[in-house]
């Protein structure tokens, strides 16, 4: 006989047809199943990491690669829902920062608590971190961008796929009814003509509330595990402050860098590209840390590594005091705005929930849709189009709009780059 079976093979007894079934811990799993049939598994920290440490590897686009965040958690793990996951991109579109390292931050919150959070958002981020680093002191070597930045230039092309088929992929979800697809287009036009990001969100918000535009995919929340964020929030922003004292006391030009990064993001309001002048003026014109074309150099950099385009923070940080300060700036450039993420998640169901906000973040969340149309085109025009070119182009959009993985796509891309580039 077989531990916890019975020793006749049918079951019940002699001639019984019914089949004993004996019942096994399911437990917690169970639990979670029971709440969404979707989710397969609660991923443990060290799969959570390297599953966005794969996805940031090939995070090309900026805002665009919330799409493929989307697909991750949504469709290919089942981690969370559509709208638990709309709730996120509402939320991280209202806060300052760069909606797509929120966004990982999110979903690690959601499946796994602050300790997901952290290890999603730094997972997403570490692959361009590193790589930043390494272009910085490529750069300080050869004294310009060089070789440096030429390898990448084959990115650009497969970026404009990447943005394209994110812009299509979420705007037909998101996209449900008239007034959402009339505020994408609005929100698209404004972006186009210069208008501030901060703006355009600000008025499709209140556009929103009046047209009566709520979330879209109604559904349950999957396996949450938020709970209380009070105590490690200020368990975190504690040690972010006893760090800026420590500087001050060590390094006075590493705390002035990191208090300067904590500020620029606090007020980098409608994502990465938000930061961008706030920095420009600060390096640039207040202090004079960097001239203009070293400044605009570093933006060329970060806009051809994986993540988003504040990432350029870490080059800064270099040049100025080493690898020492390209750490620095970079904690400083995400911290404020992970700890708002965490902060305010908790909350966001009862703020979704009030109809008025509901309607305001639904246009919200269509004015994104609008926002990542608007960038697939300026992308696209800055590219020289050609034959090779467009076929690569071409190549990796009807890659991404049949489901194939986003870094299957860029490994493929750069190699073919390399042979018709």
Request: charged share 10%; aromatic share 10%; net charge neutral.
């Amino acid at each position: 006989m077989i531990h916890g079976f019975p020793s006749h093979p049918l079951g019940a007894g002699p001639g019984s047809p019914v089949f004993y079934i004996p019942r096994l811990p399911i437990l917690r799993m169970r639990t979670l199943m029971d709440e969404n049939p979707q989710v397969l598994e609660v991923p443990s920290l060290p799969s959570l990491f390297l599953s966005f440490l794969l996805l940031g590897a090939t995070a090309f686009g900026g805002p665009a690669m919330v799409e493929y965040i989307r697909r991750l958690s949504v469709e290919e793990k089942g981690w969370l829902d559509d709208r638990s996951f709309r709730d996120g991109v509402a939320l991280c579109t209202t806060v300052p920062g760069a909606t797509a390292m929120q966004v990982a931050a999110y979903v690690g919150l959601r499946i796994r608590g602050v300790a997901g959070a952290a290890a999603s958002f730094i997972g997403f981020g570490l692959p361009a971190f590193l790589l930043m680093m390494i272009l910085s002191a490529l750069y300080l070597e050869m004294k310009g961008i060089g070789m440096a930045f030429s390898a990448f230039q084959g990115l650009k092309v497969l970026v404009v796929a990447i943005v394209g088929a994110a812009a299509i992929s979420f705007s037909r979800d998101t996209l449900t009814g008239i007034r959402p697809f009339a505020i994408a287009v609005i929100a698209a036009a404004l972006f186009l003509a210069g208008v501030s990001p901060i703006l355009i969100i600000i008025l499709a918000g209140a556009f929103g509330i009046l047209a009566g535009t709520p979330l879209p995919f109604q559904g349950d929340a999957a396996g949450d595990a938020m709970g209380s964020t009070v105590r490690p929030l200020l368990l975190i922003a504690l040690c972010g402050a006893a760090l800026l004292v420590a500087l001050a006391l060590l390094s006075p030009s590493l705390a002035e860098i990191f208090a300067l990064m904590l500020r620029i993001d606090l007020f980098a309001f409608g994502g990465g590209q938000a930061s961008l002048p706030l920095l420009f003026h600060e390096v640039v014109q207040v202090r004079g840390w960097l001239d203009a074309q070293t400044f605009l150099d570093g933006i060329a950099l970060g806009q051809v590594t994986p993540g988003p385009i504040v990432i350029s923070a870490t080059f800064i940080g270099y040049l100025l005091q080493g690898p020492l300060g390209g750490a620095v700036a970079t904690l400083g450039i995400f911290l404020p705005s992970f700890l708002m993420v965490i902060g305010l998640a908790p909350y966001f169901p009862r703020i979704r929930d009030s109809p008025a906000l509901s309607r305001a973040f639904g246009g919200i969340v269509a004015s994104f849709a609008g926002l990542l149309i608007s960038v697939a085109i300026l992308f696209g025009s800055q590219i020289p189009w050609n034959l090779p070119r467009v076929l690569i182009a071409g190549g990796a959009f009807i890659a991404l709009m049949g489901k194939v993985r986003v870094h299957w796509v860029v490994l493929a891309g750069l190699l073919i780059s390399l042979l018709l580039l």
